[in-house]
């Protein structure tokens, strides 16, 4: 059952107040039932958070991180006027719990369910790409390394639950 808008409007003020000292302005949440392959969404102007409902309702676990990702942008934007996925971003994400981040366009944050699952992560310069497959061996950082395997920069892989946001 999906939660109705009066409890995400209160989720959103509860992690407000919680994970971003009351900073970001109100905004109104709203379910979009025509999303098919994204799961958030944000508008700076109006302010608006949408949300698909055919995704939660198939990843009810997902609500929290959908919603948070979103609010980490409303609160960038309110904040410092960041719209992107900056250093600034990544750190927010990695306070909150937050596995990882795939887009960036303008004034739409969006999510794909398409179907890459992994996410290789290095932990040194915070790059990170995007695979279908687990990777079947061990992967250095290409940017950190210099073209050999270098224990140092390994990257870390990450599970996507079919939950992500993708450069469009
Ligand atoms: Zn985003
Ligand atoms: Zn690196």
New binding site residues.
């Given amino acids: 059952m999906l939660p109705d808008v009066s409890a995400l409007q209160l989720l959103f003020a509860q992690y407000n107040a919680l994970y971003f000292g009351g900073e970001i302005p109100a905004h109104r949440i709203a379910y979009n039932a025509r999303f098919s392959n994204l799961a958030g969404r944000i508008t700076y102007r109006p302010p608006l958070i949408e949300l698909s409902s055919k995704h939660i309702l198939r990843n009810p676990e997902s609500l929290r991180d959908t919603l948070l990702h979103e609010m980490i942008h409303a609160w960038l934007f309110a904040t410092r006027g960041d719209r992107g996925h900056s250093a600034a971003f990544k750190k927010k994400m990695r306070e909150l719990g937050l596995s990882s981040i795939y887009h960036d366009m303008g004034a739409a944050r969006e999510f794909s369910l398409d179907s890459k699952r992994y996410v290789l992560r290095?932990e040194?310069?915070s790059?990170e790409i995007l695979r279908r497959r687990r990777p079947p061996s061990l992967v250095a950082?290409a940017?950190?390394s210099r073209g050999r395997y270098d224990q140092r920069?390994q990257l870390k892989v990450y599970e996507i639950l079919g939950l992500r946001e993708v450069t469009d």
């Fill in positions: 290095c040194h310069c790059a950082c940017r950190c920069y």
